[in-house]
């Protein structure tokens, strides 16, 4: 696992969850149908950003992703591949990030001996619960606001959230819907950071000034 200067929170300290006067996590996750030119996107990301690399169905995912984990070493990023321990072994990857169907059988798809942190999905209380029992170093949780990645689903809430964060013991991360009106309230809620899957304007070159200097 390559150790990044930046630092981030599940991988620099492996599931501790942020202090309120430390930077939090921003995550970009890639999206074949949202961000189709996930390399444009990641040439506008602040150093320290961790990418998840999706991008499931792609024809030869494998290429993509020698391209992308080298633009991220390249740019101070933290590459994570989404699903497939395999292709993170041959990318040389930071990280592996689990789907919440995954995360039940997480010991078959992520064995407790691999060198790096596992990040899984979850989208209520019960999902984070389980993630957290098998083992997850961070749980991105989702949708806390409505949002174009699932529609007509309900929207978790800022009281949910913040039920959740306090409910598990690993770092929780809020994605979904959020934007410049509600990136502070989600982590004033206990969030360790946040995460997002459009063009993400927000985790771009820091607007909101969330970044004071290198993460310790």
């Known amino acids: 696992m390559t150790e990044h200067r930046s630092g981030t929170l599940p991988w620099r300290g492996r599931g501790r ?7 939090p996590l921003l995550v970009f996750m890639t999206d074949a149908a949202r961000t189709p030119d996930p390399q444009e996107t990641l040439r506008r990301l602040a150093p320290g950003t961790v990418v998840i690399f999706r991008h499931y169905e792609v024809p030869d995912r494998a290429a993509l992703g020698r391209r992308l984990a080298a633009l991220a070493r390249r740019r101070g990023l933290v590459f994570v591949v989404a699903g497939d321990r395999r292709l993170a072994f041959r ?3 930071d990280g ?3 789907p919440e169907d995954m995360t039940r059988r997480r010991h078959r798809f992520a ?6 942190p596992v990040s899984a999905a979850a989208h209520d209380e019960a999902g984070a619960r389980r993630a957290a029992r098998a083992g997850a170093d961070a749980i991105l949780l989702s949708p806390v606001f409505p949002t174009a990645s699932h529609p007509g689903r309900p929207a978790l809430g800022v009281r949910r959230l913040a039920a959740v964060c306090r409910a598990v013991r ?7 819907g959020i934007g410049p009106a509600t990136v502070r309230r989600v982590l004033a809620a206990g969030a360790g950071g946040i995460a997002g899957i459009g063009g993400l304007p927000h985790l771009c070159r820091d607007p909101f000034g969330l970044r004071h200097g290198p993460w310790r």
């Open 170 to 176: 690993v770092p929780v991360l809020a994605l979904g």
């Open 111 to 116: 064995p407790a001996g691999d060198p790096w």
């Open 96 to 98: 592996l990030h689990l």
């Open 17 to 23: 969850k942020r202090r309120r006067d430390e930077v």
């Open 91 to 93: 990318l040389r990857a």
